[in-house]
Structures are given as structure tokens and as C-alpha cells.
């Protein structure tokens, strides 16, 4: 497969799975009483709204990335801290039921051997790295390095005063991820893949019957 072929099948899936990521973490925040992403004009489906530069050339580089995180004023809450964590886990979790919802269908589509049908095969593999790319993304966001969604349920689940302590190393956040993210792909130290691969392969092979990580 060519990588002009490889890029037009996966990024779809990219663009799927950082939209909705983006749109529950609003959605979630609108509905526990704060406007603000509703204002910005996050509470939208339009990928277009939601898409970080560096973040999005990363997903597709090294398959770890991010969007434009989603502006939330956790004084306009009736419970900050606990609304919080909700909003902050909406996005991994509606990673997480499309990817099993994917899974799913491409478990169908397998049993019915539907994938060796002439001019079907493209959309086999657009259904792979749809379920492959949300699962990528729930657990990589779970990770509680800031400004990730683990971070911030961490954050928010800490006895303050920990949690004062825990949040003075946000601003470092983004180069620590950057960092490990370049070990990884650059240097053959891949920390990432040791947290992601298990899970991708273990909730795809649950729910499509066969490992995405065999499947790729």
C-alpha cells in the first residue's frame, strides 16, 4: 500500500476519533451547567473546530497526538471537582464505545467474510483504523501526564493539597509527552506502546474476535 493510500484511508479515522473526543469533553460541560466551549464553538461535530496543528501531525506520524483541548470554567459547576472528572473522561470514553462499537462491526464483517467481496477491502481497513485510532486515543488520554484527560481526573480526584502539589508540573507536560513520544518512535524506547498495545489488543480481540494489532 502506498503511504498516499494509507494516509487517505486513516484519516478519516483521525479525524473521527479527535471530533468526538473533542465534542463529548463539551457536550458533557454543557450539560453539567458550563457554556463556555458552547460559546467557543467547540459543542460541534465539525472536525475543523476542534484540530491542534502539531497535535494532529503527531497522530498521524507516530500515531500518538492530540486536538485543541476544549475551554471549560469549572466555577460555573455545582460540584467543580466532580463535575470535572466527568467532563474530563467523556472524551476517552466516547473513544472507547466507538472503538468497541468499530470492533463490533468489524467483527460482521469478518464473519461474514465480507472483506475478500471485490471493492470492499478499502472499507475493511477504514473500519480497522477506526476501532484502531478510538482505542488509541482512550487509553493514550488516560495517561495521567498533564494536559491529558488522565492528568486532570487525577488531578481532580487528589486531596488538595496533593493535588496543588501534583499540578505544578503541568507546564512540563507537553515536552515530557513530546519526549517519551520521540523515544519511542526515534529511538526504539517505546514506553507508550507498553500502556496502549495491551489494551488495544486486548479490548479488540473481546469485541472483533481477532487483535487490530494483527490485523494492521
Not at 9 to 20: E, G, H, M, N, R
Not at 70 to 75: D, I
Not at 171 to 192: A, K, Q
Amino acid at each position: 500500500m502506498s503511504y498516499l493510500i494509507h494516509y487517505l484511508l486513516i484519516a478519516p479515522a483521525i479525524l473521527f476519533a479527535l471530533t468526538i473526543h473533542e465534542y463529548f469533553h463539551a457536550r458533557v460541560a454543557y450539560k453539567k451547567g458550563d457554556l463556555t466551549a458552547k460559546l467557543a464553538g467547540r459543542l460541534t461535530l465539525n472536525p475543523l473546530k476542534h484540530l491542534d496543528p502539531i497535535g494532529t501531525v503527531m497522530l498521524f506520524l507516530f500515531r500518538f497526538g492530540w486536538a485543541k483541548p476544549v475551554p471549560v470554567n469549572p466555577y460555573n459547576f455545582k460540584n467543580p471537582r466532580k463535575d470535572m472528572v466527568w467532563v474530563s473522561l467523556a472524551g476517552p470514553l466516547s473513544n472507547l464505545g466507538s472503538g468497541v462499537f468499530f470492533c463490533i462491526i468489524l467483527r460482521v464483517i469478518r464473519e461474514l467474510n465480507l472483506q475478500s467481496l471485490s471493492g470492499f477491502y478499502p472499507f475493511y481497513l477504514i473500519i480497522i483504523f477506526l476501532a484502531f485510532y478510538n482505542l488509541i486515543l482512550c487509553i493514550f488520554n488516560l495517561i495521567p501526564i498533564f494536559p491529558l484527560d488522565g492528568a486532570n481526573v487525577l488531578y481532580h480526584l487528589l486531596p488538595e493539597e496533593i493535588a496543588y502539589e501534583y499540578g505544578k508540573i503541568a507546564r512540563f507536560g507537553p515536552f515530557i509527552l513530546i519526549l517519551i513520544i520521540l523515544l519511542g518512535s526515534l529511538g526504539g524506547v517505546n514506553i507508550l506502546w507498553g500502556w496502549i498495545g495491551p489494551f488495544v489488543a486486548l479490548v479488540s480481540k473481546v469485541f472483533a474476535g481477532e487483535s487490530l494489532l494483527y490485523l494492521l
